[in-house]
């Protein structure tokens, strides 16, 4: 532990009772956005697109921060940006489907990603049908639609957790993101459906 930090955790056990203290971590200054944007981009992450039922009709965005959170009960993990569409839509209707992309769907999630695309210009020549009430993409490597269980905001997106409802898994390869750009696994990776 460092000095600082000692010091800190010292003050908190003072004789007379707890002393409020912040929590040091917290303030420390930490290094800039840019140099925070350009960890994350080191990190590896297969591309999504979340999609939504919106009052006018579907929504969604393309993702790569997903990850599974549960397998009893089957829970999904997905950060979607502040202030999206996208995210009201599942805040209000409670329900949203993940479709994990195949390497060969770069212009889908392109499009998806697109900040001046409407949502009919996204979903526009996509094969859509409704389970559960939610839009899905036909085509995509595998799909889940979950059922919202909780929306928590931290910093500029909101973490939602997703029960597994309905679930697809196909065969092929996933469509990767990292250094901000689109990439592909080298090794062969066997179709198996389930």
């Excluded at 297969?46 to 969604?60: C, F, H, K, N, S």
């Excluded at 697809?168 to 990292?178: E, F, M, T």
Aim: proline fraction near 6%.
């Amino acid at each position: 532990m460092s000095a600082r930090l000692r010091l800190v955790a010292d003050r908190t056990a003072a004789p007379g009772g707890p002393v409020a203290t912040a929590d040091p971590l917290r303030e420390e200054p930490g290094p800039g956005a840019a140099r925070c944007l350009g960890l994350y981009a080191k990190l590896a992450a297969g591309v999504t697109v979340v999609t939504a039922r919106g009052e006018e009709g579907p929504l969604g965005m393309t993702v790569s921060a997903v990850t599974s959170l549960s397998a009893r009960p089957p829970l999904l993990l997905a950060c979607l940006r502040d202030g999206s569409r996208t995210l009201a839509a599942v805040r209000a209707r409670r329900a949203f489907a993940v479709h994990l992309l195949r390497e060969e769907q770069q212009d889908l999630a392109g499009r998806f990603a697109s900040p001046t695309a409407t949502a009919a210009e996204r979903f526009s020549g996509t094969d859509t049908r409704q389970v559960l009430g939610v839009p899905v993409l036909a085509g995509a490597l595998a799909w889940s639609v979950c059922l919202t269980e909780d929306v928590r905001r931290y910093g500029d997106h909101h973490l939602v957790v997703g029960r597994v409802a309905a679930v697809h898994v196909g065969g092929g390869r996933p469509l990767l993101w990292h250094d901000r750009r689109f990439g592909a696994l080298t090794e062969r990776v066997p179709d198996a459906a389930g």
